[in-house]
């Protein structure tokens, strides 16, 4: 009852009031980020969500679009502005995805939506992780985020579809709100965000 109706209900009452609450931060981070990419402060991209179906994930832009010689975009710890690294840091890059809540493309918990070009290299069990809602958070965001290694995202992953519960998501709601205080796990070690998942040996 809870994961397939009363979830979506609560999704969407909480993201749209939520998004009205923070509508003035919304406003004045978007200006900020446009001053400082000199262009958008919006990043769209496609990613698989339920079942794998693919829709637009809403974010806030927090790198430029700088290349190198060849055309070829800079590293990202190269491309991460100042002001997009504090956004990062305090996870407010995620608050447009609340609209892609209100429209149904995702879950305040679940896990987070990847790559499109990931879909190939999941192997049976990973690819479970498409069997609920991707998530604004999730329990590998609570348990390491960035900061752990592809297998073992995906093994909370895939434990979090097969244990779905209110409490669970009340928990995994609550252990965000501290990671967002204390800024923990936001990059893995050696890079600026996350390195592209390779597929699992």
């Known amino acids: 009852m809870y994961k397939n109706f009363i979830k979506r209900i609560a999704d969407f009452g909480v993201s749209f009031l939520g998004f009205l609450v923070i509508l003035p931060v919304f406003l004045f981070v978007t200006i900020l980020l446009a001053v400082a990419n000199k262009g958008s402060a919006f990043f769209t991209q496609p990613r698989p969500g339920y079942k794998g179906r693919i829709f637009k994930v809403i974010k806030f832009k927090t790198m430029t679009?700088?290349?190198?010689?060849?055309?070829e975009l800079l590293p990202d710890e190269k491309r991460l502005t100042k002001?997009?690294?504090?956004?990062?840091?305090?996870?407010?890059?995620?608050?447009?995805?609340?609209?892609?809540?209100?429209?149904?493309d995702m879950s305040f918990v679940g896990p987070?939506?990847?790559?499109?070009?990931?879909?190939?290299?999941y192997n049976e069990e990973q690819a479970k992780r498409h069997h609920v809602r991707p998530g604004i958070t999730g329990w590998a965001q609570v348990n390491g985020r960035n900061a752990i290694s592809w297998e073992e995202k995906f093994n909370f992953d895939v434990w979090y579809v097969k244990h779905q519960s209110f409490l669970l998501d009340i928990k995994i709601l609550l252990l965000t709100v501290k990671k967002v205080f204390i800024a923990d796990g936001i990059s893995a070690e050696g890079v600026a965000t996350m390195p592209k998942f390779k597929g699992t040996k």
Do not use: A
Not at 112 to 120: A, G, M, S, T
């Open 65 to 71: 679009d700088e290349r190198d010689e060849h055309g």
């Open 112 to 121: 987070r939506p990847l790559l499109v070009e990931y879909l190939e290299l």
């Open 83 to 104: 002001i997009g690294s504090f956004v990062r840091k305090t996870s407010l890059d995620e608050i447009p995805q609340l609209l892609n809540v209100i429209k149904g």
